[in-house]
Each structure stands twice: as structure tokens, then as C-alpha cells.
């Protein structure tokens, strides 16, 4: 079945570190990937999204390209900000399923 | 402004009460979801419908109900038989699964359910 793998946190990292955090996903077909963002007792945002291979999803500063080739989609910011500590969820979703299938989160911790 | 609406933010159950969680949407979103989460945990999802009228098991119905007799409104109802209910619930929805192209799902804000 389908199933998406994320790196364990928390990741703490000082403002305007650069950050990366991994994702990889194993899938029957071509899904669609997502990266949501959580803020402590809120639901989820998304984020960020790519439909097909190459593509490359951003918004806020943050960017993830789809990699078919290593089946990754992984998360990255140029300089982060206290602002961005949150919880980041990867997703993977196809056409005509019922729901998202979700990571299990990486808590990120950004220090002044 | 649209958006999904779940309520209450807080809930707290006696053990052997069942107690319903309330989603609405404005969205016209055909599908609906909750899933349930734990600390430090992803989501796994409970329940979903795709239709009015119409819904599916998810992971771990097991102690839920649902009910979708309206687009707008998807309501959860956690009874005694669900041995840990204590968690954050999220409930979620997305426009149409049949057009071509996996849909985002937003998500209320949640609903934090502790048993006592």
C-alpha cells in the first residue's frame, strides 16, 4: 500500500538557518504530493503541493520538488524564522481515492 | 469567508457517554473526512464521504459513527465502545475526488476531546 516516511524531529535550528526536511513516499501509481503546516492546538494549512514528477511547489519561502526518480519530496526554506516553528506534515493523494495519506510530522523548532 | 467550522475547541466526555463532534463547511466541497490525532503522532484518518448520503470506513472506525444527510455538515459521534477516545480530532474536506487531479483537504481547527 501506499505510505509516506518523514524524518524524525524535532528539528531545532537557529533563525536563518537553511532547513531541509525529508520526505519520501512509496506509491502504486503517480500521486499527487503535499506539505501541510500545523501551529500548536490549530488544524492543518496546506502549504505547498506538485501534481507530477519535476514539478516544484512553493509559497512562503519554502519550496519541495517532485522527484519520481527517488520517490522524495522533500521540504526546504532558505532562511527560517521563529515564526516557522510549527509541525510539517508530508502527503501523498491520488484521483478518485478517498483521502490523503499522511506522514507522521516533523516538529520544527526555530531559536532566536 | 468559507471555511470549515468544527465545534467545540474543548470537549470533555465521562467514560461510557457517547458525545458528537460537529464539522460544517461552506466550501460546496463534495468530500468530507476526520481523522483523529495523537501527540506527537500523524493523522489517521476515522471516517469519510465522498456524497451526501454516503460514507466509508476509514483506518479506525471502530467506536465511531458518522452521518452526511447534508453536503454542508458531517458530524462524528464518538460512543462508549471506543476504548481511547482522548485526542484532537480534525475534520477536513476537499471538492470533488473524480475531476482529474488529487484536491487539497482543509481542515477545521479541531476539536480536543478528553475523556475524564
Known amino acids: 500500500g501506499d505510505s509516506v516516511t518523514q524524518m524524525e524531529g524535532p528539528v531545532t535550528l537557529s533563525e536563518e538557518a537553511f532547513l531541509t526536511i525529508n520526505c519520501t513516499y512509496t506509491a502504486t501509481g503517480y500521486p499527487s504530493l503535499f506539505w501541510y503546516v500545523q501551529y500548536p492546538g490549530e488544524g492543518l494549512q496546506l502549504l505547498l503541493k506538485a501534481t507530477k514528477a519535476d514539478d516544484k511547489g512553493s509559497n512562503k519561502g519554502f519550496e519541495a520538488t517532485y522527484r519520481k526518480e527517488t520517490t522524495s519530496f522533500h521540504l526546504e526554506k532558505g532562511s527560517v524564522q521563529v515564526s516557522d516553528s510549527a509541525v510539517y506534515f508530508c502527503?501523498?493523494?491520488?484521483?478518485?481515492?478517498?483521502?490523503?495519506?499522511f506522514g507522521s510530522g516533523t516538529r520544527l523548532q526555530v531559536q532566536p | 469567508d468559507g471555511g470549515i467550522t468544527q465545534s467545540p475547541k474543548y470537549l470533555f466526555r465521562k467514560e461510557g457517554q457517547n458525545v458528537t463532534l460537529s464539522c460544517e463547511q461552506n466550501?460546496?466541497?463534495?468530500?468530507m473526512y476526520w481523522y483523529r490525532q495523537d501527540p506527537g503522532q500523524g493523522l489517521r484518518l476515522i471516517y469519510y464521504s465522498q456524497i451526501v448520503n454516503d460514507f466509508q470506513k476509514g483506518d479506525i472506525a471502530e467506536g465511531y459513527s458518522v452521518s452526511r444527510e447534508k453536503k454542508e455538515s458531517f458530524p462524528l459521534t464518538v460512543t462508549s465502545a471506543q476504548k481511547n477516545p482522548t485526542a484532537f480530532y480534525l475534520c477536513?474536506?476537499?471538492?470533488?475526488?473524480?475531476?482529474?487531479?488529487?484536491?487539497?483537504?482543509?481542515f477545521g481547527q479541531g476539536t480536543r476531546l478528553t475523556v475524564v
Open positions: 477536513a474536506s476537499s471538492s470533488s475526488l473524480l475531476d482529474g487531479t488529487a484536491n487539497e483537504a482543509f
Open positions: 466550501l460546496n466541497h463534495d468530500a
Open positions: 502527503a501523498l493523494g491520488y484521483t478518485g481515492r478517498r483521502a490523503l495519506t
